[in-house]
């Protein structure tokens, strides 16, 4: 009976698919109006933005930070010295240390406010739609 019942309901699996996604939006959208208000949320929402910009250009200065040569580090030092290898790469670890920066602190939002990150996640995969 149960073998009959699921072949049955076998073209409804996709239907029944398609029907989760946006009740799990409306649940999280009913978690988050019941622990932030509107203002908090809009607060949140830009903030979380910004963290995300300022990743992204952390992400890109990072990728665009010197030297652009195949060079490892081992064999930096062995044809500059290190402290000339140091000088080479300073805006590298710089950039490094900026963007270790930026994804520990999008972590931190996302950690804290993970209703938050899921509808923003939920309004960004609408939107592609």
């Known amino acids: 009976m149960d073998k009959e019942l699921a ?4 073209p409804l699996a996709p239907t029944l698919e398609g029907m989760s996604k946006p009740l799990d939006v409306l649940a999280i959208i ?44 081992e064999e930096r030092v062995r044809q500059h010295g290190e ?7 300073a805006p590298r670890f710089d950039a490094l240390e900026k963007r270790k920066a930026t994804m520990a602190a999008l972590g931190d939002f996302r950690k804290e406010h993970g209703l938050i990150v899921r509808l923003v996640e939920y309004r960004s995969h609408l939107a592609k739609r």
């Open 30 to 73: 009913a978690l988050a109006r019941e622990f932030y208000s509107d203002e908090e949320r809009k607060r949140l929402y830009e903030r979380y933005s910004k963290l995300q910009a300022a990743d992204h250009a952390a992400c890109e200065v990072l990728s665009n930070a010197g030297p652009h040569d195949e060079l490892g580090w």
């Open 83 to 89: 402290a000339l290898a140091n000088e080479q790469m």
């Open 7 to 10: 072949e049955l309901l076998k």
